[in-house]
């Protein structure tokens, strides 16, 4: 009998909490998004008048994420959190963990879990600051993205960049899938030109990154010698599946790889000395594997095979448990994970 009543008093207390307590839970809050144009309209039709833009709604509601703060151990930050968007003089603290990531309506809710999953690992959440580098001409605006991720995460510290399509949509070459042409998706390229000059360090992870470790740790990669980035390495990968016949066959092209570790990397998640990056003018390098590929092509991917050409055998090793690729199929899903 004493069994059996404790046993009922615990069934009674929990469905009691789920019944009477759960309505006053505060930790998350439906935030009822409503997605407004600014000014002369939004871009369902692009040139309509203001107000609530239909075509915005399938990237709302959210829910508001928790308030994550630092613990002793953090150094502080001096971030002035009230500001809508931090200023680049915040951004140059150093007790910063720099991450970049694009923001555009198609993968929002992929960038959203993002964000989400790297505070909620952080050791120190207050101390990352987010760099957004949202397309020029996004159905959603930089400015309603902006606003979605202030209502989503209030707290957060962050600052959007508008990155110029046409800086780049000229050097893209048609590939085997329409979505690895997107113009956005080379943002990576360009993030020595986009960022603060003050940034000398970041992280880079794609929209579709699911963090489930802290961050600080991937931040803490030391870049041995000359290195730019830092990525986990696979060199059991065969380069031939990466490159066109009219690659292997050019007298002159293989020849400026045949020196180099051919190892695989992706570019989903990457440290980046940004002092290097800009001092050996990393972005022209890749622009001229793009170029070379207008005219010949050389390969059918993306925007990866440009940074194999330039950094296979000259990446900074990292674990392979920080990226869990190839994990979704034609979309890919990435984890930094350690266990």
């Not at 150093?94 to 999953?117: C, F, K, N, Q, W």
């Not at 900074?316 to 350690?338: C, F, K, P, S, T």
Request: aromatic share 12%; charged share 20%; hydrophobic share 40%.
């Amino acid at each position: 009998m004493p069994t059996r009543f404790s046993l009922n008093a615990f069934l009674f207390l929990t469905v009691f909490c789920l019944i009477v307590l759960l309505p006053f839970a505060v930790g998350i809050r439906l935030i009822p998004v409503r997605i407004t144009t600014v000014g002369g309209g939004g871009d369902g039709g692009r040139g309509g008048g203001g107000g609530i833009n239909d075509g915005f709604s399938k990237l709302g509601p959210f829910m508001e994420a928790p308030e994550y703060r630092n613990g002793k151990e953090c150094a502080s930050s001096s971030v002035n959190r009230d500001n809508f968007v931090s200023s680049s003089s915040s951004s140059n603290d150093p007790s910063l963990v720099h991450v970049a990531m694009t923001l555009d309506s198609e993968y929002l809710r992929g960038s959203i879990a993002a964000v989400h999953s790297v505070l909620r690992h952080a050791s120190c959440p207050e101390n990352v600051f987010f760099h957004f580098i949202a397309a020029e001409f996004d159905s959603a605006s930089p400015r309603v993205l902006s606003q979605l991720v202030r209502s989503t995460f209030p707290s957060l510290s962050f600052k959007v960049y508008i990155f110029r399509e046409d800086t780049v949509i000229n050097l893209i070459s048609s590939s085997i899938r329409q979505a690895l042409e997107n113009p956005l998706n080379y943002a990576r390229n360009y993030l020595g030109d986009i960022l603060d000059r003050s940034v000398e360090r970041v992280i880079y992870l794609d929209s579709d990154v699911i963090t489930v470790d802290d961050i600080t740790k991937l931040w803490n990669t030391v870049l041995t010698g000359s290195r730019v980035i830092g990525a986990p390495e696979y060199c059991h990968a065969n380069f031939t599946h990466y490159f066109t016949s009219g690659f292997w066959s050019d007298p002159a092209l293989p020849g400026l790889i045949s020196g180099e570790k051919p190892c695989y990397f992706n570019t989903g998640v990457m440290v980046m000395d940004l002092v290097r990056w800009r001092q050996g003018n990393y972005r022209e390098k890749l622009e001229q594997w793009m170029q070379l590929q207008k005219k010949k092509r050389i390969y059918d991917l993306g925007s990866l095979p440009p940074f194999l050409l330039v950094f296979a055998g000259n990446v900074e090793a990292i674990d392979h448990r920080w990226n869990q690729h190839g994990l979704g199929g034609y979309q890919y899903v990435h984890q930094l994970i350690r266990f």
